[in-house]
């Protein structure tokens, strides 16, 4: 167990045990992890995952990376050590909330794999199950659409630190799923549901 | 809307509206927050909150002092500074939660009144109930049951900025709930899950 910098702390444990929510919840806990370029459809599958779980009474929550930027994480910058506290912080409240018996679906770029890696060690060693989802769009068609006109910036010298343009893109190499870039986030949504299925996550 | 240092950063707003989680969950998100000091009895207030709650079928969530010190802010020491940003994180992480449709039992020391102050203006701004629950135990008594033997340590020198000791505890002015420390866990309960009730945050 992590101690860092609070010695003299002593971990709490709850009342309520996991198989109980699990059984109230009538779902198990689980972080679902997006990760793709800028542009590569992660928030559009991450909300429309989030509206056909509650929609059938399931219990999930977007953890979106603009959303957390002003809130949580409103005092980190783009640098790669702020990048990796971002997904830190991240990986920790995801982990909290299917501790709860969620399902969160956090959706961020984090291009470094060891990030990544991290945050699925800290699901792995709370029994908790990570499911990473790679949405592989290329990074021209990431360029094409530009919703955001953060590449046209990015390109411009606008931007530093810009994944896929001025700072690495480290592409799953195991993910749970693979979602193609150029599937509709329909029929990406009805492949993520259908593993949460085969997993035990959701009831059929 | 708090900027901080992520520009080029666009709200995601979800797809799935706070009263269809209401709906769903059977219960309004909020967050409940129990400060005191150290031994005074807000941890096993809040077990004893999720334990009544979650055996109800409501789902109810503890975040311990104790316990986000070894993840989310297990980077933090218990310095002034580091103490704010702890209380801000978990203000964050609560209203994540709160907004999720659970029910956040946040249970901190919190000694700093601009500190809790910052998370209920937070919850108000984002239309989310913050429930203050003051646990007002007297030093003394703290002192004399000392569970962690903290107060011994802190007596000693061994602990810098110990609060009540040697670091200031600012007494909430008008809680929410005030908890007499005298009180035993499961009156105290009773007396926060009646709240509720009148509140509209779970029903009768």
Same mark, same amino acid.
């Given at each position: 167990?992590?101690?860092?910098?609070?010695?003299?702390?002593?971990?709490?444990?709850?009342?309520?045990?996991?198989?109980?929510?699990?059984?109230?919840?009538?779902?198990?806990?689980?972080?679902?992890?997006?990760?793709?370029?800028?542009?590569?459809?992660?928030?559009?599958?991450?909300?429309?995952?989030?509206?056909?779980?509650?929609?059938?009474?399931?219990?999930?929550?977007?953890?979106?990376?603009?959303?957390?930027?002003?809130?949580?994480?409103?005092?980190?910058?783009?640098?790669?050590?702020?990048?990796?506290?971002?997904? %830190? #912080?991240?990986?920790?409240?995801?982990?909290?909330? *299917?501790?709860? +018996?969620? =399902? /969160?679906?956090?959706?961020? &770029? @984090?291009?470094?794999?060891?990030?990544?890696?991290?945050?699925?060690?800290?699901?792995?060693?709370?029994?908790?199950?990570?499911?990473?989802?790679?949405?592989?769009?290329?990074?021209?068609?990431?360029? %094409? #659409?530009?919703?955001?006109?953060?590449?046209?910036? *990015?390109?411009? +010298?606008? =931007? /530093?630190?810009?994944?896929? &343009? @001025?700072?690495?893109?480290?592409?799953?190499?195991?993910?749970?799923?693979?979602?193609?870039?150029?599937?509709?986030?329909?029929?990406?949504?009805?492949?993520?549901?259908?593993?949460?299925?085969?997993?035990?996550?959701?009831?059929?």
């Amino acid at each position: 167990m992590t101690q860092g910098k609070s010695s003299n702390v002593v971990w709490q444990q709850g009342r309520v045990r996991r198989e109980q929510r699990a059984a109230i919840f009538n779902q198990r806990g689980a972080t679902l992890w997006i990760t793709g370029l800028s542009g590569a459809g992660k928030s559009t599958l991450a909300f429309q995952l989030e509206h056909l779980l509650v929609e059938q009474r399931y219990k999930a929550y977007v953890l979106d990376g603009d959303n957390m930027r002003h809130g949580l994480n409103n005092n980190l910058g783009f640098g790669t050590e702020d990048r990796t506290e971002n997904i %830190r #912080r991240v990986g920790e409240v995801a982990k909290l909330f *299917a501790d709860a +018996g969620l =399902i /969160a679906i956090a959706s961020f &770029i @984090s291009p470094f794999r060891n990030d990544r890696a991290t945050v699925r060690k800290l699901h792995d060693d709370a029994g908790l199950p990570f499911v990473e989802i790679f949405v592989d769009t290329p990074l021209a068609e990431c360029e %094409r #659409r530009d919703p955001k006109q953060l590449y046209a910036k *990015a390109r411009r +010298g606008e =931007i /530093a630190d810009f994944t896929g &343009i @001025s700072s690495p893109y480290e592409a799953p190499q195991t993910p749970e799923i693979h979602v193609a870039g150029t599937t509709s986030p329909e029929q990406s949504a009805a492949q993520v549901l259908v593993y949460l299925r085969e997993r035990g996550i959701i009831r059929v």
